[in-house]
């Protein structure tokens, strides 16, 4: 059973920082692909950035390009996102999530959801 725990997440002022964290089961992250998912209130749930198994990032979207960096601490199991210079359109609650796939639709998914991290971001 693949669990995922989320943390990190709070209320932060414009241009600040936070790094989210996200502590695996096992080895998640070396058999599945990994990513952080966000979703704001009224709005769907989007993928914000993924990485492979092998540690590479293979998506970041295009509104924290330059802003939000996935990596991963192999020792400690433990999947982040670092996010910088945060804007208030950053306010929702991000999600770890392991297993990642396309649909029918194009849309990504994934098999396993961590419980979810509320991110904050006032001007």
């Known amino acids: 059973q693949v669990q995922l725990v989320e943390s990190g997440g709070g209320l932060v002022q414009a241009g600040g920082s936070l790094r989210l964290s996200c502590a695996a089961s096992?080895?998640?992250?070396?058999?599945?692909?990994m990513g952080w998912f966000r979703q704001a209130p009224g709005k769907e749930r989007e993928l914000v950035s993924a990485?492979?198994?092998?540690?590479?990032?293979?998506y970041t979207a295009d509104s924290v390009k330059g802003r939000f960096t996935i990596s991963r601490d192999y020792a400690n199991v433990t999947v982040y996102l670092q996010m910088n210079r945060l804007k208030p359109e950053d306010t929702a609650v991000y999600y770890c999530?392991?297993?990642?796939?396309?649909?029918?639709?194009?849309?990504?998914?994934?098999?396993?959801w961590g419980q979810g991290t509320q991110v904050t971001v006032f001007s």
């Open positions: 999530a392991a297993k990642l796939s396309s649909n029918s639709a194009g849309s990504v998914t994934a098999a396993y």
């Open positions: 990485m492979n198994t092998s540690g590479g990032t293979i």
């Open positions: 096992g080895r998640t992250f070396v058999a599945y692909t």
